[in-house]
């Protein structure tokens, strides 16, 4: 099934106010805050959302607010993903996919299964969902990587629609790319391995960045994406210590730093997760405020 992930898509965060709660005014501001500023889609309840700490009821809310923001506009990808390959399926049949043009589901944490797993968890998701799925490869965050002849096999599924590559092995990307059937979109994981990926010919990323800078990062794309890789490095090399601070003690809490000093929304997240501690703070003002 063909999707269109061409360009940037943003992985959204999930803005709280001081007391832990949903802030679904700022939620509203930092999706209206995209629309307005070049981006070609919306991934919402991803990891950067904090799905794992978000309850059932308010992940329909913050669906039901993006999706009514967005009117169709930008094309909704929509997170779900977990370990438990049996549940997981009665939740895709139960998912509402109204407005929603494809699922980002990232493969099996904790449990490293093997490949053959693997591909038996994406194919059972893949027959239940009434919408494309995006496979999403990130081992640093699952504990296992998803080979090339893994994600090629997928690959062949009618309703399997592309992948999210956050490994860092350009070799097996390679691979991929070389291999993948016409149609299948391979998107980067990683902002500050956007440009190179898209000199190996990925169709565009996923972003963190992209919260707080759509507009300067969705141009470094879109130039990579048109060849023109000058001005693509231009944006890249102004936004890549940026890029890499926000990860230096947490995503998403780096990113929500960066977005309270932009005024979008709160620094808060939820626990586990904690603020960035201070050093990392003055870094990232000290980064942001150098930023056209």
Known sequence: MNLNLWG?????????????????????????????????????????GESAT????EKEEIHATVKAENQGKLTYVAGLGGNNTAELVQ??????YDGVDAILSVSPYYNKPSQAGIIQHYTALADASKKPIILYNVPGRTGSNMTAE?????????????MKEASANFEQIMEIMRNKPE??????????????????????????IANAYPKR?????????????????????????????????????GIKEVL?????????????????????????????????
């Open 8 to 48: 940037t898509g943003v992985a959204m965060v999930t803005p709280f106010n001081k007391d832990g709660a949903v802030d679904f005014p700022a939620l509203k501001k930092l999706t209206n805050h995209l629309i307005d500023n070049d981006i070609d889609y919306l991934v919402v309840m991803g990891t950067t």
């Open 54 to 57: 978000l309850s059932k009821q």
């Open 91 to 96: 939740e895709f049949k139960k998912f509402n």
């Open 150 to 162: 893994t994600t090629l096999k997928l690959a062949e599924h009618p309703n399997i629609a592309g």
């Open 183 to 208: 149609g299948f979109n391979v998107v980067s994981g990683d902002d500050a391995l956007t440009l190179p990926l898209l000199g190996i010919g990925l169709d565009g990323v996923i972003s963190v």
């Open 217 to 253: 990062f969705s141009e470094l794309v879109k130039e990579g994406l048109s060849g023109n890789f000058i001005a693509s490095r231009l944006c890249h090399y102004e936004l890549l210590p940026i890029m890499q601070a926000i990860f230096d003690d947490g995503n998403p809490g």
């Open 260 to 292: 309270e000093y932009l005024g979008i929304c709160e620094k808060t997240v939820r626990l586990p997760l904690a603020n960035v501690n201070e050093q990392t703070k003055t870094k990232l003002l000290s980064l942001a405020k150098k930023i056209k």
